[in-house]
């Protein structure tokens, strides 16, 4: 069979999508379309002038015999500041008001497109890093590690709060709820993080940062390295934080008293941190 | 600016892929591209058929000046096949196993590449259902719920096993665990399920079904209607099990005694349940 290179087009970008951040052949697509690896590299080309032009992913080509293509979807300066933008206008609303402060978001981090542009906007903050697995504690960091695991191709790791029966042997640590000041367990399955493997923290929300510092510490425990930390939204927060140097996409400041019900969210460090120093992706 | 043929077929693959199941109409390509609907309509087909040969998805077209396109990734009957070997090949290893006739998959429910397949076959068999939400409970459902909501793109919700102070109202159910005939409480917060909402049940394993009648009797409580139930595996269950009708995409015996410990897997209901009564999609 011989495929005609509009099919092929269509083909090579679908699957090149669903296969992110992985080094596809030019022989394996020369065999898929009984095409001649030129017309395969003349195709690649056209793939990556494409992702360019938008602003939406970079396609990588290695040339020669075991050469192939890897493609990773990511955001431009210009495409994240506007999604940045969209998620502060969602978060903005005094109906996300719980009490004693907290903001509700589990609507947000239910919907799909939501989570792709948050795991598109983290996946792009580390794509230069050398990352092997993406960490996060449960609940609600579960589907924003999930989707960043998606667009870099790395596993996830889930931290528990409990002992579970099903996990095997685990490795616990203590941490300081840096909100309420008490003390609490975290563990992860043995088996699940390998010793000297480079690690990203993600995860919806954070106030002291007691949870972020407890994973950190869960890291060093398993001989791991931290590469870098990135949550969803930040709040406010009176006093010294556990954890420096986490990036937020969006800062929120909710205020609950007798007379006041508000609450204001902003852009997060995330623009700063990740386009601040560098040309245009 | 006018673009190429060539140029926009990758650009409206990748678009309709980032936007699953989301009618895009003629007039957003056409001015995306500074090109006449003919020409988007002959693009469009050339996607459709594409997609069609490879067995890996639809394209719906929707004619006239309201028209349209909607894509859908699922699978065909054999690469569904396909795809369910795999997983029971990776499930049918001595390893797994843990104390209690549990079954260790927290690696493969982690891993970017098998949660793709999994979301993409729960999806596929609901594809023609009407569906407004994905169900699952904490911890291991949610990365199955946020993929298959990811193909049908729809929201999910995580139902908790125990009160947490951010999310606001709450709706609780008892159920007994099947397995271990014990009362346990389950809950959803209140604004997250609509009543009349068409609901889709997923989880990672199911052994007496106690889990997945919970959820059953919090859909009612919801005034909400349950479409079907989804488990990545089943395991083996001595007695009457709580629910009926749940497809698996795996079943898996554990046997784990003083002179045996032992995994053997094999497919479950899934290729029966989805394409048993129907043509290849």
Known sequence: MKVRRSNRLVDMTRYLMEH???LVSLKFFGER???AKSSISEDLSIIRRTLHTWGVGRLETLPG???????????SEENAARVIDDLVKAVDDDSRLLPGGYVYLSDLLGRPDVLREVGRLIATQYVDDDVDVVMTVETK???IAQSVAMYLNKPFVIVRNSSHITEGS???VNYVSGSSQRIKKMELSRRTLKEGANVIVVDDFMKGGGTLNGMKSLIEEFGAHLVGMTVFAEGQFSG???VDGCTSLIKVQAVDDTTNKKITAQPGSYMEAVFGNKKEK
Chains 1, 2 share one sequence.
């Open 65 to 75: 015999a075991s050469g192939g293509a890897r493609l990773t979807l990511l955001y």
């Open 141 to 143: 960091g579960i589907p």
């Open 20 to 22: 992110p951040r992985t």
């Open 170 to 172: 685990t490795v616990s």
């Open 33 to 35: 379309y009984g095409s």
């Open 240 to 242: 010294q934080r556990l």
